[in-house]
């Protein structure tokens, strides 16, 4: 039987890169795309005083940056690639994040030129148990010539973290929830896949990762 958990905080972000820095997006063609992600967002009550230009440092650290607090929403784009940060990530609220992302996604792109070779899709969440030590859930995945310290040591951190083609998982304690376990994954996409498919990958490892470590989020948690 799987252990129950809760998820006390999580964090998802899509980010998409271009196939070469598009210069414009920091240059001339600021001002308009400025202006037409705005008025993408104002109908999701993005304020412009939660706007702001970043144009110090390197071409690569120059940013345009637009949040939603209300909704723990940030979209930004730059020269290289444009993401989304969704603070508090959660299913229920998965899709109508979709269509924000989409709105800011269409106005940016439209007209440019830019092309988008690849994409990555992050979520890290901590898992609280609410029964059993969360060593007992991580102990299976300790490398066994290891595992003689343990009657003598208390191990204090756990650092696994895989690579892959395709994306990448780390797993350790967490160090802001007691009795918790940090979780991050990636998933890599070659060009422009629909967001319905890449939430749906992301849901597929999700379900994944909780069925290797025995557990599933508690009802109401």
Same mark, same amino acid.
């Given at each position: 039987?799987?252990?129950?958990?809760?998820?006390?905080?999580?964090?998802? %972000?899509?980010?998409?890169?271009? !196939?070469? /820095?598009?210069?414009? @997006?920091?240059?001339?063609?600021?001002?308009?795309? @400025? !202006?037409?992600?705005?008025?993408?967002?104002? /109908?999701?009550?993005?304020?412009?005083?939660?706007?702001?230009?970043?144009?110090?440092?390197?071409?690569?650290?120059?940013?345009?940056?637009?949040?939603?607090?209300?909704?723990?929403?940030?979209?930004?784009?730059?020269?290289?690639?444009?993401k989304l940060t969704k603070?508090?990530?959660?299913?229920?609220?998965?899709?109508?994040?979709?269509?924000i992302l989409l709105a800011?996604?269409?106005?940016?792109?439209?007209?440019? &030129?830019?092309?988008?070779?690849?994409?990555?899709?992050?979520?890290?969440? #901590?898992?609280?148990? =609410?029964?059993?030590?969360?060593? !007992?859930?991580?102990?299976?995945? =300790?490398?066994?010539?290891?595992?003689?310290?343990?009657?003598?040591?208390?191990?204090?951190?756990? &650092? #696994? #973290?895989?690579? @892959?083609?395709?994306? %990448?998982? =780390?797993?350790?304690?967490?160090?802001?929830?007691?009795? &918790?376990?940090?979780?991050? @994954?990636?998933? #890599?996409?070659?060009?422009? /896949? /629909?967001?319905?498919?890449?939430?749906?990958?992301?849901?597929?490892?999700?379900?994944?990762?909780? &069925?290797?470590?025995?557990?599933? %989020?508690?009802?109401?948690?």
């Amino acid at each position: 039987m799987a252990e129950l958990v809760k998820i006390p905080y999580a964090t998802s %972000e899509y980010q998409a890169r271009f !196939e070469r /820095p598009y210069i414009a @997006f920091i240059g001339q063609d600021r001002p308009r795309v @400025f !202006e037409a992600v705005l008025t993408a967002l104002l /109908p999701f009550d993005l304020r412009l005083e939660n706007t702001e230009i970043v144009a110090t440092g390197t071409p690569a650290d120059h940013k345009t940056i637009f949040r939603i607090p209300e909704r723990g929403i940030r979209f930004e784009f730059g020269a290289q690639d444009y993401k989304l940060t969704k603070e508090l990530a959660n299913w229920s609220t998965a899709e109508a994040d979709g269509e924000i992302l989409l709105a800011a996604e269409r106005a940016l792109m439209e007209g440019s &030129g830019a092309k988008i070779v690849s994409c990555i899709a992050t979520v890290a969440m #901590h898992l609280q148990l =609410l029964a059993r030590p969360r060593e !007992e859930i991580l102990a299976p995945f =300790l490398p066994d010539p290891f595992k003689v310290f343990l009657p003598q040591r208390q191990v204090q951190t756990y &650092g #696994h #973290h895989l690579k @892959f083609a395709d994306g %990448e998982v =780390l797993l350790d304690f967490s160090l802001a929830f007691a009795n &918790g376990i940090f979780l991050r @994954f990636s998933s #890599h996409f070659t060009g422009h /896949p /629909p967001l319905a498919d890449v939430l749906a990958k992301v849901r597929s490892d999700q379900d994944t990762l909780f &069925g290797i470590l025995g557990v599933e %989020e508690a009802a109401n948690a």
